[in-house]
């Protein structure tokens, strides 16, 4: 029964009120038989609730979550005539293969569907059965369910779409169904029911694979917001371009980003990702270290690119085998004289095994000398898939063959073997022992190990070289023609790489591989057979659990707790000294406080970045007049923006003081005349970076330069997000060179490239605003300073420090606040515009509006960016 909890599973076996699993003298976790989300935990020392006694042992525990278990199943008949199921593992399986890189010490629990239906009086029979001999948790799915979420969603929809196929018509992949959606993540639901049966939260990991349990994470880190979670996606990840055209990408993408750490084959696969998030979320990315991460509300997101490799030992126990021997002699009496090119492949639309066919006849039309010595096998595995897109490839398939086998074929010599039946292992790796040349020219594949294979079955060994007559000292030889489009492509340094599409590129590369010297063929094996050896799968597995134990390795100390609603769900995750900035707080602090500071900043704070009319609503002249009136208040506004724009923006606001361009000019209010924090400058360097901004801003659509006082300022706001990262890097770089020995400061920010004098921060107009209260002799006992980017940094680290140097009340309340959770040295956060305006609309209504004598004149202090 799928809602049958795991642990009442072994009560039931053992009649035992303290189960355990795994790890000795470990109860089974209270938490994991309920469903539910957990609270925040506020109090790091409270009460473990992932676990009820401490483990005996310390040993790791990893779920590995996959669509399919890696298991076999038997349906046999006892003797009594009764039915039953019979297990076993399935030696080919990922899931199982990768265990070996995980290491003794870590303890291995699979969740995921069998193969073969079972009826549903028999599943809770069975579920005891792989829990206790294989420790294993099947989840039942309806067949109409499953139905509609492989076959539906995953092979009509985001398989086609993950391997650029895009829905121009319903024979090509379908169009989208809601219904087949909703499958989808009702099936990613139950899977998460399961790895709730026997989870413990705080202690295990869990790594869920491919495309099929794409929004599973975010059904996990909705109940368990520390759960330790990576995620590796097997097939290709699509430019955007392509994957914007699905309509729940936005609801894929935050769900993917609810992982610790997420893995690709390939750079490419990784780079259309990052990419998307973006360009649909905002959200950018940095590399640390070598390491490539995105910062999600507070989070890290890790992103590991590593091919996945092959069992080694696997593949040599079947070489090792008395059936594969004989198999080889077999095949090297049946191929005497004639040389074998292979190709392996599933019989699906991207293997591009048509392709192949009329590449292999080109070459037998160009070189009429390898008729009758050259023959081409042709392995066509079942497809995963089924639909109309098969059959039509099965169609023109056997047409091919029949058709190069007619032109080229004579009595004993068949160009093509076409082989579309299901083979042993033993068979197919006989194959690739007697294969010269292996033959993988998918249009587009994730991974595909099949050239992995056949270098080390080419490698063989004794007995293998004893059946092909070969001498064991004879240094191996293998060649490899593989598509640009497989993901195993760039780890092939010495194979012959094609365009599967270029019939003509395809069959002369056929012909290359059959020209090459027996001492380049060796070289070439021997550097594929030194990659594909030590990079095997345990070497994939044993590389991302690393990479998944230090994506994870501050949970403990982090606050977290989730906001969202349903796929929109994410976690917050901050340190504990970083909060949210509670308005019952502040607004309590405010009324019992006689000398108040305020400062802001602008640009998204007091509006949002992005919008058109950058320039104050009435909300907010209301909101800040209100503030400027109370007696008590000190208030300035800085902004990154020049004077003549901040004097027309807050004309009507009498009593606020202005810093514009981060502080370089100083207004205290309305009626004062500006005022310099520097000495005059020399701005000649102007002359030197306008032309370098230009250049860049003609080859970035979208960007313009702001010309400013003393600053000047290259905006990429408009422009294609990844074009003008990319540009204002090399920008960066580019007048960081030429102003070398400038007295001015080059930086990046939100959108923009600025230069600037040295010294010049919004860091200054801080320093006044405490200075000046310091000589009307009144220490300020309320300090509110509110930023949103990196040019508010030096904004918060003065006010922080102000107090330690008893520029402050030594009772004062600081109050340094950023907008959204990211790391900074203010200590306080605020969500959005909406919530600030809304906490300084509190703090303008509870102000005492009578007329009063301050010891200094009242004022505003507003802080923007550009």
């Known amino acids: 029964m799928v809602s049958r909890s795991y642990s009442n599973l072994l009560d039931l076996t053992s009649g035992s ?47 590995i979550v996959g669509n399919q278990l890696p298991l076999r199943a038997h349906r046999t008949e006892s003797s009594d005539g009764k039915k039953h199921w019979t297990f076993s593992w399935d030696e080919d399986s990922l899931l199982l293969q990768l265990k070996d890189g995980l290491g003794d010490d870590v303890d291995v629990i699979y969740v995921g569907c069998l193969k073969e239906e079972i009826d549903l009086d028999e599943q809770e029979e069975v579920a005891q059965t792989l829990l206790e001999t294989f420790k294993c948790v099947p989840a039942f799915i309806p067949p109409e369910l499953f139905s509609k979420f492989y076959h539906g969603f995953c092979k009509q929809h985001l398989w086609p779409l993950f391997h650029y196929m895009l829905p121009l018509s319903p024979d090509l992949g379908g169009r989208f169904d809601r219904s087949l959606w909703q499958a989808y993540v009702s099936v990613n639901k139950i899977f998460a029911d399961k790895v709730m049966e026997v989870i413990t939260p705080d202690e295990d990991f869990v790594w869920i694979h491919d495309y099929h349990l794409m929004v599973l994470p975010t059904f996990l880190r909705k109940r368990f917001n520390r759960v330790k979670l990576g995620f590796f996606l097997h097939s290709p990840f699509p430019s955007s371009e392509i994957y914007r055209t699905l309509p729940v990408r936005i609801e894929l993408l935050r769900a993917l980003l609810n992982a610790d750490l997420i893995g690709f084959h390939t750079f490419d696969y990784a780079r259309h990702f990052l990419s998307c998030c973006s360009r649909m979320l905002g959200v950018s990315y940095q590399s640390k270290r070598g390491y490539i991460g995105l910062e999600y509300y507070g989070r890290t997101v890790s992103i590991k ?20 021997e004989a198999k080889v002699a077999e095949l090297r009496d049946r191929f005497a004289g004639r040389t074998v090119l292979l190709g392996v492949d599933d019989m699906d639309i991207f293997k591009g095994i048509s392709l192949k066919l009329l590449a292999f006849e080109q070459l037998l039309h160009q070189h009429p000398d390898k008729r009758g010595k050259v023959v081409l096998v042709q392995i066509a595995n079942p497809a995963r898939g089924r639909g109309k897109d098969v059959q039509e490839v099965q169609s023109e398939t056997y047409a091919t063959v029949k058709k190069i086998n007619t032109l080229f074929g004579k009595p004993g010599y068949e160009p093509v073997v076409l082989l579309d039946t299901s083979l042993q292992s033993y068979e197919r790796i006989a194959y690739y022992v007697i294969a010269e040349c292996c033959l993988v020219t998918a249009v587009r594949d994730g991974m595909n190990l099949i050239p992995y294979e056949y270098i080390v079955c080419r490698q063989g060994n004794e007995k293998l070289d004893k059946a092909l007559g070969l001498n064991p000292s004879t240094p191996k030889h293998s060649m490899l023609v593989v598509s640009e489009f497989i993901g195993c492509s760039p780890s092939l340094s010495g194979a012959i790489r094609v365009n599967p599409w270029n019939i003509d590129s395809v069959a002369e590369a056929m012909d290359t591989a059959l020209m090459v010297s027996e001492q380049e063929k060796q070289m070439r094996h021997d550097k594929h057979y030194k990659y594909v050896s030590s990079h095997d799968v345990a070497y994939w597995a044993h590389s991302f659990l690393l990479d998944l134990e230090r994506a994870c390795a501050d949970h403990v100390r982090r606050r977290c707790w989730g906001i969202g609603f349903g796929l929109g769900f994410r976690v917050i ?37 992005g919008a058109g009319d950058m320039s104050p609503n009435g909300e907010a002249i209301g909101i800040l007049n209100k503030l400027c009136r109370e007696t008590k208040n000190v208030v300035f506004v800085v902004s990154g923006k020049n004077k003549e724009t901040l004097t027309k923006w807050f004309s009507s606001c009498e009593d606020l003081g202005i810093g514009a361009e981060h502080g370089y000019f ?20 102007k002359q030197i970076a306008e032309p370098v901004m230009q250049l860049y801003t003609e080859t970035t659509d979208g960007s313009f330069i702001e010309s400013q006082e003393i600053a000047l300022v290259w905006n990429y706001q408009l422009a294609d997000p990844d074009f003008g990262s990319c540009q204002a890097k090399e920008l960066l770089d580019h007048l960081e060179s030429v102003l070398a020995n400038e007295p001015v400061t080059v930086k990046s920010g ?40 990196r040019s508010d940094e030096d904004m ?3 006010i922080t420090s102000a107090k330690e140097d008893g520029l402050l009340s030594p009772v004062a309340e600081v109050f340094a606040c950023t907008v959204g959770q990211k790391p900074s040295k203010a200590k306080y956060y605020l969500e ?3 919530e600030i ?13 009578s007329a009063k004598t301050v010891s200094f004149s009242p004022q505003q202090v507003v802080i923007d960016k550009v």
């Open 832 to 834: 959005d515009i909406s």
């Open 750 to 789: 939100q959108h923009i490239v600025e230069v600037k004098p040295q010294g010049v921060n919004k860091g200054l107009v801080a320093q006044r605003l405490v200075g000046m209260i310091r000589q009307k002799e009144v220490l300020p006992d309320f300090v509110l300073c509110i930023g949103d980017d």
């Open 666 to 685: 100083v207004r205290l209010q309305r009626s004062a005349e500006w005022e310099t924090c520097f000495a005059a400058q020399d701005l000649y360097w």
């Open 17 to 63: 009120g303290s189960p355990t699993f795994g790890r000795e003298g470990k109860k089974f976790p209270r938490v994991a038989t309920v469903a539910g989300v957990l609270s925040e935990l506020e109090d790091e020392n409270r009460s473990n609730l992932g676990s009820e006694t401490p483990s005996s042992i310390s040993q790791d525990r990893m779920i």
């Open 796 to 798: 918060f680290e003065v």
């Open 837 to 849: 305006l809304r906490m300084f609309q509190a703090l303008a209504d509870v102000s005492d509006h």
């Open 573 to 609: 995750a901050l340190d504990p000294s970083f909060r949210k900035l509670s308005v019952e707080h502040i607004v309590s602090a405010y009324k019992r406080t006689k000398n108040r500071a305020i400062l802001l900043d602008y640009d998204g704070t007091m509006t949002s970045q």
């Open 305 to 324: 690119i590593l091919p996945v490799g092959i069992h080694m030992g696997q593949i040599c126990s079947v070489l090792d085998l008395q059936e594969t």
